[in-house]
């Protein structure tokens, strides 16, 4: 019988860390993720089959794209360049802190034109409507006293004078661009005034990330600078994404085009902006916290009236009114676009029902005063007689999407019957504030779905379904093999069926992954249906699919978002949370162990259990009979998780001790899996 004080070997102590290790960078890696964990793509194809040209059918859906809508209009446009002060030289490249480019803005420099509709081929052309209106860069004035820096982010900074100084809301992604843009574009043409405040409207990374490249910590802590955030920011600013944060940033790599050419055959937009910024993204935990709607914060003499929007876009959420400037900052609940009720990268489902009483809200408190509105992405609207009616329409679509969805639902109808039926009435359609560019309203429909009764549909026939491969060799067998359903496959792809040769081309890859012929057809599928998205995110998960299926998965490397604030930030919950979920339940069967977890910088303790194939933890708690204990300063845990030091090196230092049954502990370790980042999609 093992000695239960004795200390674990080295062997031991080594393996359990670098598991520690691994477990800590991969939640890092899901703790940012939210709408900003796109980073800056490649800026040519990789080696391979190339893109190939629009059929008569792309051509045709795309035509009625510009038939439908009005492209004499010429509003946003004048809107999106209004007030320019001044922008950073072109080519618009801004250099990284680890080197390369945090932001180039010249990968795009094919985007070119105005208002009328000059769109190439393999581009929706309302999509490239938007993808023009993105290229706008620059310091621009709100009003007097309210500036947005716009075009060298995914998201905007806003910056309001106050008394003393300058109050910043949402600075960018990346420490690397918010830094560079402060003092190369901010300061020169505004003047070198102390921030004051910096305000985050919500838990997304790109909302926050940069706050390091204008605010230290010796700011925070002398109270110079003081953060505001909505109540409850830092937990869903930092947990958010962990549980499933490597298949959200596998699947983000689809959405945000990180691995496709920006060109008119690859990337043309990220939907809310141009794409994210590469560089480190950070956080600062918030000093104070608006917390109930109709609250007044005062802010370097600066007030703010608070209309909190928790489980809208994003778990914590605020907007707020500012009077002496007239302004309403709507954060990401009334932008120009229709906005994801379900992001294609994975996340809760949000409730177009809360949001748009959230926006109600908004038209009750401060419709009658409101002369400017501006958000975290886009441009602002200006004049009360052009708000006014962007909200109603805003708010009408997102009502209009949970109610006709719940509708139909109530009568029997099913997700997809439902994505099918509906279309937003051509009041709400024909805004191109409506239009779809980031979320869609077939996923939203569903979404909505989702949100009130579920995943299943009620179909009988859905109750237990085969898994794909198994269900994809049946369907080829009755289809008459590969050979025939390829054949029947193409006359339909010749006929611009596009969506069926997916769905049927699909059983066949998964029946046959090996089978080029089939691979070949589907990617030709996935790419006419990538130029005809107006949707962003969906044309690039549908190019980036065919890129896949011609070329294979190309390992590239992924900037890495996790980093010492967010990890610093994390709940210890939420660290032995995501070791649950690496625990194999396979390799756990018929095996349980015990171990304790102190934390002597913190004042934490946990009883950590395995039983059953089955993390559990109880916090404050401690036991004699525990089969293992390791005892460690919660920095340092910090450090290891972040991959800075290892658990071997610091029991050698006398910076942290195991005691008890090492065997047991090493044997946990082999318990759990290593999620490997690029896992296929396309493929089986």
Known sequence: MSDKRAPAGPATRRAFLKNVAVAGVATGLGSVGADAFAQTGSSASPTGIGAKPPTRATLDANAAYA????????????????????????????????????????????????????????????????????????????????????????????IIRGDNGWIVVDPFTTEDVSSFVWKNLVVPHLGERPITHVVYTHSHADHYGGVRGIVSDDDLKSGKVRIVAPVA????????????????????????????????????????????????????????????????LTLDGVEFVVLMAPESEAPSEFMFYLPKYKAFCAAEDATHTLHNLYTLRGAKVRDALLWSKYLQTALDMFGDDMQVLFASHYWPTWGNERIVPFLRAQRDMYRYLHDQTMRLANGGYTPREIGEMLRLPDSLAKHWYCRSY??????????????????????????HRLPPVESAKRYVEFMGGPDSALKKAQGSFDKGDYRWVAEVVNHVVFAEPDNVAAKHLLADTYEQLGYQSESASWRNFYLTGAMELRNGVHKVPIGSPENPDTIRAMPLDLFLDFLGVRLNGERAAGKSLTFNLVLTDTNEKYLVGVENSALHYSKGRTSGSADASLTMTRNDLNNVMLGAATMHNLVIAGRAKIDGDSQKLGEFVTWLDNFEFFFNIVTP
């Open 438 to 463: 980031y979320g869609t309203v077939y996923h939203d429909l569903v979404a909505q779905y989702n949100l009130r009764l579920g995943f299943f549909d009620g179909v009988p026939a859905n109750l």
């Open 67 to 158: 038939k439908f809508l009005n492209f004499a209009d010429a509003q946003d446009f004048e809107d999106a360049r209004h007030g320019l002060v001044a922008t950073l030289p072109e080519p618009v490249k801004i250099p990284g802190n680890q080197g390369g480019y945090a932001w180039d803005l010249s990968q795009f420099s094919f985007i070119t034109g105005g208002p009328e509709n000059n769109s190439p081929a393999t581009v929706n052309p309302s999509l490239w409507r938007n993808a023009k209106l993105n290229m706008n860069h620059g310091l621009f004035a709100v009003v007097d006293g309210i500036w947005q820096v716009r075009g060298y982010d995914l998201s905007v900074m806003s």
């Open 233 to 296: 920011f830092t937990e869903a600013a930092v947990s958010e994404n962990v549980i499933a944060g490597n298949a959200m940033g596998r699947r983000a790599s689809y959405m945000y085009g990180m691995l496709l050419p920006r060109s008119p055959v690859g990337t043309v937009d990220g939907g809310l902006g141009k794409t994210s910024s590469n560089g480190a993204i950070t956080l600062m935990v918030p000093t104070h916290f608006a917390e109930k709607t109709g609250q007044r």
